[in-house]
């Protein structure tokens, strides 16, 4: 069976570029179910607990929820943010607090909507940057919320160091008065820097604050400590507070909360059509 020579060599080539072939064929299969196992891998995008945001935007076809609780001396609340996907690099928004409580005074909270925008990748050097616009809705009563309708447009940077991670906010804000036609303006920034630890913990640190509005309403200074505990790569738990350095704000103010990835719509979606 190995005669002649000639076509045991030819049958040894045939068949040993036939196997790189096949394997050629099963790396390039593999590395496609590879990146598509990655891509729908969803991967929780926390806007807690500090108050910045994230220049990175929820996975495309993601829906996302944030609640938490904060209490404080005379203030108390149960505040959300609803998230979605809608193109890769466009996340949808709508924040609303169910329960307010300040000074004695129960009510529904204000409400939000709005959209953020990431124009810049994270690659190299560069961070990723992204545009932030949030309308904030008067839905509170009892003048615990905002007078009319207010305005925010922010630029968010957001860079990872390896286990370290830096968020840096920029917006400006148009508030409606309540005694006149027109909007105060104000300024809000913020530097938050966490570190992830073994055992799926975090330790998130930020400084923020906001310009003076108006005479009835000066600056405010927030520096907070949190911990965060991821359970899986979609729900993240975190606690903490946060310390009015300056402004009229509880001395301190604690917090719990949640950010859960619920499911790829779109991928959902197209498993039903199917």
């Known amino acids: 069976m190995r005669f002649p020579i000639s076509l045991v060599l030819v049958f040894f080539c045939a068949c040993t570029i036939r196997a ?30 500090t108050f910045s ?5 929820v996975q495309r076809g993601v829906f996302e929820i944030e609640y ?4 404080a001396d005379g203030h108390q609340n149960i505040n959300g943010l609803l998230k ?24 529904l909270g204000d409400s939000g909507a709005g959209l953020k925008y990431r124009f810049v990748g994270e690659r190299g050097r560069l961070p990723t940057i992204s545009i ?29 160091f390896g ?23 104000d300024f809000f920034t913020a530097l938050a820097y966490s570190i992830a630890l073994p055992k799926r913990l ?11 509005v108006n005479s009835e309403n000066p600056p405010i200074i927030t520096i907070l400590p949190a911990l965060t505990f991821s359970a899986s790569s979609r729900l993240v738990f975190d606690t903490g507070c946060y310390f009015a350095a300056r402004g009229d704000l509880p001395r301190v103010t604690f917090f719990a909360g949640l950010t859960y990835s619920v499911a790829d719509l779109y991928r959902s979606l197209h498993l039903v059509h199917r």
């Open 132 to 160: 932030l616009y949030n309308a904030t809705l008067p839905t509170s009563g009892d003048d615990l919320g905002a007078a009319g309708v207010n305005h925010a447009v922010g630029i968010l940077f957001s860079k990872d």
């Open 20 to 49: 790189k072939a096949q394997d050629h064929g099963q790396e390039s299969t593999g590395s496609a179910q590879t990146a598509q196992q990655n891509e729908s891998t969803i991967t929780a995008v926390p806007n807690r607990p």
């Open 53 to 57: 945001t994230s220049a990175e935007t």
């Open 84 to 107: 979605f996907g809608l193109l890769k690099n466009l996340e949808l928004r709508f924040a609303n607090n169910p329960f307010e409580r300040d000074a004695g005074i129960s009510a």
């Open 68 to 71: 938490g609780i904060e209490a």
């Open 202 to 212: 975090g330790i998130a640190t930020e400084i923020a604050g906001f310009s003076r």
């Open 163 to 185: 286990r370290h991670h830096v968020d840096f906010n920029e917006n400006v804000e148009w508030r409606s008065r309540s005694n006149a036609d027109g909007f105060d303006r």
